[in-house]
């Protein structure tokens, strides 16, 4: 099946800092999807991008449709503590697919922000 | 808001006891999806649901079964609990082709 590679796999840093995140994909994809999710709750959407170069912003966070549709990119700007979190990248296939409607989760990166 | 509920938050078995875990959502989707959360792995997709008394396999439907009947509700049943099926449970329902999906807080199963 699909698989997505999602690096890194856990980051440590101060409030303040700006974070970057990605995913990689051995397939092609129509939609990526960026999910946070908090300690104990399930994840939440954070941004949706559909066409390739796109690049879509959800206030300090900013997210990209790579060229090649295989990869995408989440930056977070001036981190606060809140940010803490799991991050995970989605990606879902072409409709008339098989794979339509399901989409492939990333391993997620796990976010820690010193105060 | 949308809210998917899931019946229990954390639950422990004994191994060949079979399980359900209830999902319900109440924003009318017609699309719902079970996953499993490991560390390191992500979400997996076990079965999904474009309707009522359909579903499809996931990614990883091997000792899961599911069922839906009515709308509102989606029901992972393990028919004999392994160890290997310790794990977190998400359920997510979604108004389209499961595009956007909106998660419930998560069932931690641990089974003995």
């Known amino acids: 099946g699909q698989q997505l590679n999602q690096s890194p796999q856990s980051m440590f840093i101060q409030e303040g800092e700006d974070v970057s995140m990605?995913?990689?994909s051995s397939s092609i994809f129509n939609t990526w999807l960026w999910y946070k999710q908090d300690p104990g709750e399930g994840p939440v959407l954070?941004?949706?991008?559909?066409?390739?170069?796109?690049?879509?912003?959800?206030?300090?966070?900013?997210?990209?449709?790579?060229?090649?549709?295989?990869?995408?990119?989440?930056?977070?700007?001036?981190?606060?503590?809140?940010?803490?979190?799991?991050?995970?990248?989605?990606?879902?296939?072409?409709?008339?697919?098989?794979s339509y409607g399901k989409l492939t989760f990333g391993q997620g990166t796990i976010l820690t922000v010193h105060p | 808001d949308v809210k998917v509920t899931q019946s229990s938050r954390y639950l422990v078995k004994r191994t060949g006891e079979k399980v359900?875990?209830?999902?319900?959502?109440?924003?009318?989707?017609?699309?719902?999806?079970?996953?499993?959360q490991d560390p390191g792995l992500g979400l997996r997709l076990i079965y999904f649901s474009y309707d009522v008394k359909m579903k499809e396999k996931g990614d990883i439907p091997e000792g899961y079964?599911?069922?839906?009947?009515?709308?509102?509700?989606?029901?992972?049943?393990?028919?004999?609990?392994?160890?290997?099926?310790?794990?977190?449970?998400?359920?997510?329902?979604?108004?389209?082709?499961?595009?956007?999906?909106?998660?419930?807080?998560?069932?931690?199963?641990?089974?003995?």
């Open chain 1, 22 to 24: 990605n995913c990689t």
């Open chain 1, 46 to 98: 954070l941004i949706a991008l559909y066409k390739a170069g796109e690049l879509t912003s959800n206030g300090r966070l900013t997210a990209q449709f790579g060229i090649t549709r295989k990869d995408s990119f989440l930056n977070i700007s001036a981190s606060i503590p809140s940010d803490v979190g799991i991050y995970f990248c989605a990606g879902q296939g072409y409709a008339g697919g098989t």
């Open chain 2, 20 to 36: 359900f875990l209830e999902c319900v959502q109440d924003m009318d989707h017609e699309n719902m999806f079970w996953y499993r």
């Open chain 2, 65 to 112: 079964s599911v069922s839906r009947e009515k709308k509102e509700r989606f029901s992972l049943i393990l028919e004999s609990a392994s160890t290997n099926q310790t794990s977190m449970y998400l359920c997510a329902s979604s108004p389209d082709r499961g595009e956007t999906q909106y998660f419930g807080p998560g069932t931690r199963l641990l089974v003995l």
